[in-house]
């Protein structure tokens, strides 16, 4: 079968000829039918995000059950689903405090077990999530950086409804973050991005009604003046994965306000931590989801509250390197890729 794979030290990804993977008891076959590309698969393509040598990366997906281990209950071959990135232990103490994205055993598929750049994929069975027959590829491929947008707005202490949020980075998170606190009741939503993100964000202008600002060319403060109640955000969220801008965010918040940090930073920055403590500010984290949520997001998905239009464009499996290029250099917002 065709399987993208990382080798060490070398930049990008192989293409290779491999065979179809065995199971083990506890895990599924599936054929992948649409996979989509990640900013976290940025970071193993450039090499920055190490992996195991011989990986195959790709964690957002769906596919159709093909075969079953003999411990597997519950699912049946010509299902579709969806599976989560995280498999848990379940016995350590994160584990036991319901906190599974924090077990200090995780193991991600595409991260630290082989993933979705591939024609079919073995995975745990304790990752999968059923969708209906009918879910369209493209969107069933989009649910898992959904359901990362979903616990993002999750995390917010303050009551969502009526509070003005700022979200910085119109990536797919940013852009999903953007609809799903709308659709939690939000205020007024700026969404911030570059000149490179223009055409990003007079999508998010006209498909989701929010404020949009281009910051290299418009004053922000000036914007947050214009547009939210008291002329500054109650709710942040960071979905740039930039670390550098972080400390600049701090003073964008109203007294009591929150920072939400979606993006997954790997550099380190420079923070004045000056309004955080006089605004008595919270900053808190997200990473991934809990089982729960990722079926909350499909729900929200399938109940078509989630517009995906211009957001995703595909390609063929056999391109994916070509794919990876679009996303990297902005031509595309996210890529999913199909094999015929
Ligand atoms: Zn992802
Ligand atoms: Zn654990």
Same mark, same amino acid.
């Given at each position: 079968m065709l399987a993208w794979k990382k080798r060490k030290g070398q930049y990008g990804l192989v293409k290779t000829d491999c065979p179809i993977p065995k199971i083990k008891d506890t895990e599924v076959l599936v054929k992948v039918l649409a996979t989509g590309i990640c900013g976290t698969d940025f970071g193993i393509y450039k090499g920055y995000r190490e992996v195991a040598d011989g990986l195959t990366p790709g964690h957002e997906f769906i596919g159709e059950i093909v075969e079953l281990g003999k411990d597997v209950a519950g699912y049946q071959v010509g299902d579709l689903v969806v599976p989560s990135i995280i498999q848990k232990c379940g016995t350590c103490p994160a584990c036991i405090d319901g906190f599974e994205a924090q077990c200090e055993n995780l193991r991600e598929i595409g991260i630290h077990i082989d993933g979705s750049f591939a024609e079919y994929t073995a995975v745990p069975a304790v990752t999968l999530h059923k969708v209906g027959k009918d879910m369209d590829l493209k969107t069933g491929a989009s649910i898992e950086p959904v359901a990362v947008a979903y616990s993002a707005v999750k995390k917010a202490e303050q009551f969502i409804p009526g509070k003005d949020v700022l979200i910085y980075g119109p990536g797919a998170i940013g852009l999903y973050t953007a609809q799903i606190a709308k659709i939690a009741g939000a205020g007024t939503i700026l969404l911030a991005g570059t000149g490179a993100d223009i055409e990003r964000l007079a999508l998010a202008k006209e498909n989701y009604g929010v404020e949009t600002i281009n910051i290299e060319a418009e004053d922000i %403060? +000036?914007?947050?003046? =214009?547009?939210?109640?008291? *002329?500054? +955000? =109650?709710?942040?969220? %960071? +979905?740039? *994965?930039? +670390?550098?801008?972080?400390? =600049?965010?701090? !003073?964008?918040?109203?007294?009591? *306000? %929150?920072?939400?940090?979606? *993006?997954?930073?790997? =550099? !380190? !920055?420079e923070v004045n931590f000056l309004y955080a403590g006089r605004g008595e500010l919270t900053i808190k984290g997200t990473f991934c989801y809990t089982l729960s949520e990722f079926e909350s997001a499909i729900k929200l998905v399938e109940m078509g509250k989630i517009n995906f239009d211009g957001i995703v464009d595909t390609i063929e499996l056999e391109n994916l390197d070509e794919g990876f290029e679009k996303t990297m250099s902005k031509q595309s917002i996210k890529i999913v890729a199909y094999h015929q």
């Open positions: %403060e +000036a914007k947050m003046r =214009d547009c939210f109640k008291h *002329g500054k +955000a =109650d709710l942040i969220f %960071e +979905a740039t *994965g930039v +670390a550098q801008i972080i400390g =600049d965010m701090l !003073s964008k918040l109203r007294p009591h *306000g %929150e920072l939400i940090l979606v *993006g997954v930073y790997h =550099d !380190s !920055s």
